[in-house]
């Protein structure tokens, strides 16, 4: 027997699985360590041979938490707790998931978006500052779908209007009262904006604008363009009239496969990403319990070749 292997105590400890509570007793008594539960841990992670529980990522959980917990980090700005998840909080994450795949409910964005507090919470995006100020300052009145790019403006600003042709058919308007809908363009209809149909000039000359919204344009019965319309733009008779009511107009997105649905990251990423035919062996290295940090080397060689 080496002599030179002494196990390290403070680090040792006993588990046990299936065993009898006397020989247990018995065992204990011979050896020198104490008892303890599985999962153990090994270098700051657990020792499991199945996908990670919720209840496995306690540990990880739970120091996240001192971290949000702590008085100074509660009252940071929004941006201040940007910081703090890419500085510090994050690096405590990437540091499980090169070992593991991490349950869905280990994230971050509820102590972005909730002021602080680590839960469930939504972006209020509709009624905030940024907005606002994008309305009165950069639109000034137009639509969000026609504005220009004016010289000067933000990099943000600049990449919001740079993807309005790859989701401007992807954003759907299901029509309700119709007030808040732009006639022209707004997505409402299957024929896409009119505005790509019907010229400017035209709709001027028949005493429109473009802040005309749906509901101007139906009638009692049938819309209220001129009739010489349809001769003009003859795809504008493949569109029925929209049943108006008091319900205010809800936005939707159009997913890959065609159908609506409220949006999402997770649909409009899976809407607008790039695809590609799969390789023969992805399955090699991309299985329900691989290593997540395998798999990313092999996909960053595969991507540089």
Known sequence: MCSGLTPSMPKSTACFCN???V?????LAILPFEED???VKY?????VSSSLLHLDCKSLVDRVRCKIKDWKNRFLSFAGRVQLITSVITSMQVYWQCVFILPRAINMRGFLWCQGEFKRGKAKVKQSV??????EYRLKGTNFWNAPNVAGASVGWRKLLAIRKVVCNRFIFKIGDGISVSAWHDCWCDLGPLATIVSNRIIHSAGFNHHTVVRELVGSGGWNWPSNWEVLYPQLQNITPPALDAHPDTLKWRSYEGDLHDFSVNIAWHAIRNRANPVQWFSVVLFAKCIPKHWFLVWCLWVRD
């Open 19 to 21: 065993v009898a509570l």
């Open 23 to 27: 020989i247990k007793n018995v065992i």
């Open 37 to 39: 539960t599985l999962p």
């Open 43 to 47: 270098l700051g992670v657990p020792l």
């Open 130 to 135: 940024w907005v606002r100020w994008i309305h």
